[in-house]
């Protein structure tokens, strides 16, 4: 750490810079996997309009994914346990707030955060922000990446900032 920080007993999560030392923030990411289903549906239009606009997404039988959510937290590590948050605490709120919420579960039957929506990759994503961001206690919430498929995922940022130390 000498070598990083100039001086020996400095906290190892400084770096010198022209401007003095600099506080690094680390970023943190916990992966999981859930399936569900759901279908694409506007009250509001008419049936051909939501199988126009939503086409095999509006099968009033609805359809599957395999999910695969990435929940970002952002902090300083902790100078005695140098972790940003309690990582057993944070599969905990996974576990209790999208798990037991939403895997083997119909979205837009079965999830009442969803009730009123359609529940695309978009507002999915957003709903699980909100129920993740007054849970974490330990760092802060930074991203939610909701993957629907391999090539396809939404991100939802603290006021839409994409990007690390925007607020």
């Known amino acids: 750490m000498e070598e ?11 770096l010198p810079n022209r401007r003095g030392k ?9 992966k999981i996997e ?6 694409y549906n506007n009250p509001n239009l008419s049936a051909e309009e939501n199988r126009r606009i939503f086409g095999k997404c509006n099968n009033p039988h609805g ?3 395999n999910y695969a959510l990435e929940v970002t937290v952002e ?22 707030e999208v798990m037991q ?18 529940p695309t990759c978009e507002n999915v994503a957003r709903v699980i922000w909100q129920l993740l961001d007054p849970k974490i206690t330990q760092g802060r919430l930074h991203r939610v990446r909701l993957y629907e498929s391999p090539d396809l995922f939404a991100d939802c940022y603290r006021n839409g900032a994409a990007g690390a130390g925007k607020s």
């Open 4 to 14: 990083l920080n100039g001086k020996a007993g400095s906290t190892p999560f400084e």
């Open 22 to 30: 600099q506080t690094l923030m680390v970023l943190l990411t916990r």
């Open 34 to 39: 859930f399936a569900a289903s759901h279908l």
């Open 63 to 65: 359809h599957g994914h």
């Open 75 to 96: 902090g300083e590590p902790d100078p005695v346990t140098g972790m940003v948050l309690d990582l057993k605490e944070l599969k905990e709120i996974l576990e209790r």
């Open 101 to 118: 919420r939403m895997d083997h579960r119909h979205l837009n039957y079965e999830v009442a955060e969803l009730a009123g929506q359609i």
